[in-house]
């Protein structure tokens, strides 16, 4: 076996490893990925814990969520301890705030990177709240734009200019970043109650839990906005078959009829801009909330 | 070995063995790695109440105290109850030195040797000099040709076959003949009558329409399989520990954010 490859100072092994079979994309590409869009998800990953769900035989074996920085984490990767009431024990997560440790969870086969809703500095305060609009069977994509539009139309006329992305998968995440003077239960709260408002506009849209499994219908899940639960992080790969790519859209886009297919590990990288840039300078405030 | 095994199967150890494979007076420096890994999922034991991991101690079974490792020797139990001392020393004394030498004494056909007799397989990797590797290799393919002789692996000796394998060099440690039950020895299998003529027509006819092509890659740890998924929905199942909002909040909220929207309505 040759020895450790580096590149800069991360060893990096098995690159010819295929993580995606039906494309054939290997863990050479999938690092090449994550190194040329370090830039546009570092700012989403850095100052925050992250949950990995790794697939070390790729997208077809199976995969694991790793919470823990896994044994043989170098010291130079920057780690964020948690005592987890449920675990009931210190969970060291990994905070990626490097194109080093990028690399690193790439060659860990960390294909998919979720991000929590709130910085380490303040876990208990989100920076951001989250509608994941996951539909249901034979509601597909279209049903999930129909809704978010509604969404992003409701929340426009209470002042807000939500961000959205495809979750990779057959849903789309509309969010809001967040001032930091919201708990977790009052964010969740409000994408409660903007849940069963919508829903009275357009009946496919479902708002409770008991209501979800309903054939044809849109869940608006609220569920997300708690502690030290998570969302995939834009830009972050998904583990399809299409090696999809969960993706920043602007609003203009998501009217024109896009599919999560047109955003792959093969595509992501020649898109022109990018429709998050501006995230973290556009903090709102929630109307008709009052925090303490 | 499945194909899609060997394309994504286990990551290789490092080498835990170096030295050489010696034919009469020509050495091939080589290291061994291990080559066949089983998925096995371990656990850990714990205490229900609080989660917190059982831990072993080595206590003497007269006064139940905790031993140190300093006061433990090994016992050899001569007869029931009855065990002699020996040392470490004394085991380290007469413990084979590994010469660092795979000691191949003849070639045979790789068929002579029964599947029975493998122990466990390595993989055989150049320690510099891939020239001489590679001719070994290639010599071994042209002959059709294994080789067979002695390593010796930490604290044992074993036979040892050397061949070919996908570009590689491969050795498998065998079984002592003494350690492999001989069928004639089995009482049951001694008296075991001739089959009827009809019968064994009947048998073959089946045997006939089973027959295929090996496909071990058909095969899976379903018990395996099953175990992960259960651990995988445990693990997303301890992040789902959310208190759901109380329902009249959020109309509470939802009423507060119609005012809104009406207000705003009125405002334009």
Redo the contacts between chains.
């Keep these: 076996m040759a020895g450790d490859q580096m590149v800069g100072k991360v060893p990096v092994t098995n690159l010819d490893r295929i993580l995606y079979p039906f494309l054939g994309v290997s863990k050479k590409e999938v690092i090449g990925y994550y190194i040329r869009s370090a830039p546009r998800i570092l700012p989403f990953l850095s100052g925050r814990a992250l949950v990995m769900q790794r697939f070390p035989d790729g997208v077809a074996g199976q995969g694991f969520y790793e919470k823990d920085a896994p044994p043989g984490t170098p010291d130079w990767v920057t780690l964020f301890s948690h005592g987890s009431r449920t675990a009931e024990r210190e969970i060291r997560y990994v905070v990626c705030d490097s194109p080093d440790t990028l690399i690193w969870l790439a060659n860990l086969a960390a294909l998919e990177l979720n991000i929590i809703l709130a910085r380490t500095d303040d876990p208990e305060r989100p920076d951001m709240l989250l509608f994941d609009l996951d539909p249901e069977p034979p509601a597909g994509f279209p049903e999930a734009v129909e809704t978010a539009l509604a969404l992003s139309e409701l929340l426009g006329e209470l002042g807000l200019s939500p961000f959205v992305k495809t979750s990779g998968r057959k849903g789309l995440h509309v969010v809001i970043p967040l001032d930091r003077i919201y708990g977790f239960d009052e964010t969740r709260t409000f994408v409660h109650a903007i849940g069963i408002l919508l829903s009275r506009r357009l009946p496919k849209v479902v708002s409770e839990l008991s209501g979800t499994h309903k054939p044809g219908t849109v869940f608006v899940d609220y569920l997300q906005n708690a502690a030290w639960k998570t969302m995939i992080a834009p830009y972050s790969l998904r583990a399809t078959e299409q090696a999809t790519v969960s993706m920043p859209l602007s609003w203009e886009e998501v009217r024109k009829g896009i599919m999560p297919e047109d955003f792959t590990i093969r595509t992501a990288i020649s898109r022109q801009g990018d429709p998050w840039k501006e995230f973290f300078d556009q903090a709102e405030r929630l109307p008709a909330v009052n925090n303490e | 070995m499945s194909e899609e095994e060997q394309?994504?199967g286990p990551?290789?150890h490092r080498a835990f063995w170096t030295g050489s494979i010696s034919i009469g007076l020509v050495n091939v420096p080589v290291r061994l790695?291990v080559m066949v890994r089983e998925h096995t999922l371990s656990f850990r034991l714990l205490h229900r109440k609080?989660?917190q991991p059982i831990q072993y101690r080595r206590v003497c079974t007269r006064d139940n105290r905790e031993v140190p490792w300093e006061d433990i020797v090994k016992g050899y139990e001569v007869r029931e109850g009855e065990y002699i001392m020996i040392e470490r020393e004394e085991i380290e004394a007469v413990r084979p030195e590994s010469d660092r030498r795979i000691r191949i004494d003849r070639f045979i056909n790789v068929l002579e040797v029964e599947p029975v007799y493998y122990d466990r397989t390595y993989l055989l990797?150049p320690d510099g000099s891939p020239e001489a590797y590679a001719l070994l290799m290639e010599a071994f393919r042209k002959k059709g040709r294994a080789g067979i002789g002695r390593i010796t692996l930490r604290t044992r000796e074993y036979p040892a076959l050397v061949r070919e394998y996908q570009d590689a060099l491969i050795l498998i440690t065998l079984h002592y003949p003494d350690e492999v039950t001989d069928p004639a020895a089995v009482e049951e299998l001694s008296a075991i009558p001739e089959p009827g003529k009809k019968e064994l027509a009947l048998a073959e006819r089946i045997i006939d329409d089973l027959t295929g092509e090996l496909e071990l890659s058909g095969y899976h740890d379903t018990y395996r399989?099953r175990i992960?998924e259960l651990?995988?929905k445990k693990?997303?199942g301890?992040?789902?520990?959310?208190?759901?909002?109380k329902?009249a909040?959020?109309?509470e909220?939802?009423s507060?954010?119609?005012?809104?929207?009406a207000r705003?309505?009125d405002s334009r």
């Design positions: 394309e994504s990551v290789p790695m609080d989660g990797v399989e992960e651990i995988q693990m997303k301890e992040t789902v520990h959310v208190e759901k909002p329902a909040e959020a109309r909220l939802m507060a954010l119609e005012e809104t929207l705003i309505k």
